[in-house]
C-alpha cells in the first residue's frame, strides 16, 4: 500500500517531465503509451490510493501551472474511461484553479490595490459587469494563461463559487477532447494502432476547438472583451 503512495507520484512526475521535454504538446506515441499504462496498473491495484492521488497531483498542477495537465488528462482517460476521467480531472483542475484564485485575493489583493488602485477598480467594475462570461470566455478560449486568468480573478470581487462553476463549465469541451484521446490511446494495441479514428477525432477536437470556440465568442463580442480589442 505504501508502495503506491511512492510510486504513482513519482510516475505521474515523469509523466510530467516526458511532457514538457516534448514542448508541451502531445509526446511521442510510444512513451505516451508507456507511462499511461503504468499508471492504469497502479490504478488497478490500489484503486482508491490512485485515484486520490491522481486528484491532488492533478488539483498541484492546476494551481501551480505546472506543465504536464495533458498527459494526465490522457492517463486518466485511459483508466477511468471518459465519463469518470473527465469529471475527476475537471474536478481537480476546478479545485486547483479557485485555491490559486484564493491565495490571489488573501496575498496579494492588498498589495496590488495600493499600487494600482485604480486600475483594480476598473478590473474589478468589469467583473463585476460581466465577470461570468468573461470567465468562460477565456476558459473557452484560452488567449491568457490559465494561472494568469485565476491570479486577476483573485483580485477582484467575484464570489468563488460563481468562479468555480463558471470554470469547471468553461473547461469542460477541452478537458472531454484530452480525455477521449486517453480513451482511445488506451485501446490501441500498438504503433499502429494509435492512428485510430477515434484517436484521430480526438486529436481534431483538441486542435479545433480553439477556432470553434474563437466562432462561438465573436458572436457575442467576447473575443473582443478577452483580447482587448474592444476598447
Not at 484564485?101 to 488602485?117: C, D, N, P, W
Request: proline share 4%.
Amino acid at each position: 500500500m505504501r508502495f503506491a503512495f511512492i510510486l504513482l507520484p513519482t510516475g505521474l512526475l515523469a509523466t510530467a517531465t516526458a511532457w514538457f521535454a516534448h514542448g508541451g504538446g502531445l509526446p511521442d506515441p510510444g512513451q505516451a503509451v508507456s507511462h499511461i499504462e503504468e499508471i492504469v496498473r497502479l490504478h488497478h491495484t490500489h484503486p482508491f490510493e490512485a485515484t486520490c492521488l491522481l486528484f491532488c497531483v492533478q488539483a498541484l498542477m492546476a494551481a501551480f501551472s505546472v506543465p504536464g495537465s495533458s498527459l494526465l488528462l490522457l492517463a486518466a482517460g485511459a483508466a477511468y474511461g471518459l465519463l469518470g476521467g473527465t469529471l475527476l480531472c475537471l474536478s481537480a483542475c476546478t479545485l486547483g484553479a479557485v485555491l490559486t484564485m484564493l491565495g490571489s485575493r488573501h496575498f496579494l489583493r492588498t498589495a496590488v490595490s495600493h499600487r494600482h488602485g485604480a486600475r483594480l477598480r476598473e478590473l474589478d467594475a468589469g467583473f463585476a459587469r460581466d465577470g461570468a462570461f468573461y470567465l468562460f470566455s477565456l476558459r473557452m478560449l484560452p488567449v491568457v494563461p490559465f494561472v494568469v486568468v485565476n491570479l486577476a480573478a483573485g483580485l477582484t470581487g467575484m464570489r468563488m463559487w460563481t468562479f468555480a462553476w463558471v470554470s469547471f463549465v468553461g473547461m469542460f469541451a477541452s478537458t472531454l477532447a484530452y480525455v477521449h484521446a486517453g480513451v482511445e490511446l488506451s485501446r490501441a494495441g500498438s504503433l499502429q494502432g494509435l492512428l485510430s479514428p477515434g484517436l484521430l477525432l480526438a486529436l481534431a477536437a483538441i486542435g479545433l476547438l480553439p477556432l470553434a470556440s474563437r466562432k462561438l465568442l465573436e458572436g457575442r463580442g467576447a473575443f473582443a472583451m478577452a483580447t482587448g480589442r474592444g476598447r
